[in-house]
């Protein structure tokens, strides 16, 4: 028992098992990587959540840097693959600087499958954005879920910021409208808006989002300014295809990625930034207010790269 525990704690991270496979021999670096090496690393990659693209990618990176003899040792592979990572993931401008609208209340619109932590992530915006001196009102457009407008008015009480919200089972879209009449009427800056995540059927959903998306857009111009697409980071490929199908019922602005705390298998990130095209703007780390991160893409790698993990 007491050999288990002491192998849970010391569980090698990516860059351990990278390490453990390639280094062994520091000299086969120098040689060159051989096939089952070069099998095996892909293997890594792919069980990390890479996805097959990303990890094309890199391996084309690694091969290049051991063929040309620009990777020389463990150091030279570790901060190359680093380098690669961080130009997958980077975008233009901070990640955690949000549009807003030149008049009016800016309007954030939070979308994602159920479960993936929308409303929690609504819950952490908006105690961010009240620290950055920003008027915040929240809007409970999730009419779907029992519960779920309850969920928000716990938050929006706890934080001190009011909270609009219709009855279950009524039109979002109509929450979302008398939300931003709300704000403008009280002299706030800035909506949340917090969205289903499921509905009796898949269509229904992109139908209401659109909807939402729409209706906002015709009492505040320009609305929404950004739309959020909030993705488990723990469920690898099939974030990706969760972003995909959102992606054709609202564009997103930005992806943020929770439940990244924990033993998330964090190369799900780097495909998701590739395959999705929208920069990443926050992460989630846990299950308080405090738990959002401004993405940064050298820390990520870094993260990545851990030597346990
Ligand atoms: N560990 C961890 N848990 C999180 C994080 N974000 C949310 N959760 C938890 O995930 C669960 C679901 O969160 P919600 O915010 O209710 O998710 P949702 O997307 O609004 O769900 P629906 O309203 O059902 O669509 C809750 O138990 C949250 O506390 C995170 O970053 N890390
Ligand atoms: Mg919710």
Redesign the pocket.
């Known amino acids: 028992m007491k050999r288990e525990r002491v192998t849970q704690q010391k569980r090698p991270g990516l860059w351990g098992r990278i390490k453990r496979l390639a280094l062994t021999d520091v000299g086969a670096l120098v040689r060159g990587l051989n096939a089952a090496d070069l099998e095996s690393m892909e293997r890594l990659l792919l069980e990390a959540d890479f996805g097959v693209p990303a990890t094309m990618d890199l391996m084309e990176v690694l091969e290049e840097g051991v063929r040309r003899g620009r990777w020389k040792n463990e150091h030279d592979l570790r901060d190359g693959l680093a380098d690669r990572i961080v130009e997958l993931l980077a975008s233009t401008g901070n990640p955690g600087v949000m549009a807003r609208a030149e008049h009016g209340p800016t309007v954030l619109l939070v979308m994602?499958?159920?479960?993936?932590?929308?409303?929690?992530?609504?819950a952490k915006l908006a105690h961010r954005l009240t620290a950055e001196g920003r008027q915040v009102l929240l809007a409970a457009a999730?009419t779907w879920?029992a519960g779920?407008i309850a969920?928000l008015e716990v938050w929006a009480t706890r934080l001190g910021v009011p909270c609009v919200s219709g009855t279950q089972g009524g039109d979002p879209a109509a929450v979302a409208f008398d939300a931003v009449e709300a704000a403008v009427a009280r002299g706030a800056d800035t909506v949340l808006v917090?969205t289903?995540?499921?509905l009796h059927t898949q269509e229904g959903l992109m139908d209401e989002l659109r909807k939402v998306a729409r209706v906002v857009g015709r009492r505040a111009p320009g609305a929404p300014h950004e739309a959020l697409l909030?993705l488990d980071g723990t469920v690898g490929q099939n974030a990706v295809q969760q972003g995909r199908l959102f992606a054709e019922a609202v564009a997103p602005t930005g992806l943020i990625i929770?439940?990244?705390?924990?033993t998330a298998k964090g190369g799900a990130v780097v495909a998701l930034r590739r395959e999705l095209g929208v920069p990443i703007r926050f992460?989630?780390?846990?299950?308080g207010v405090e738990?959002l991160e401004v993405f940064d893409p050298r820390d990520f790698a870094r993260h990545l790269l851990a030597d346990e993990g």
């Open positions: 994602g499958v159920n479960g993936v932590g929308k409303t929690t992530t609504v999730d879920r779920a969920q917090d289903a995540g499921r909030v929770t439940k990244l705390d924990g992460l989630g780390r846990g299950e738990d």
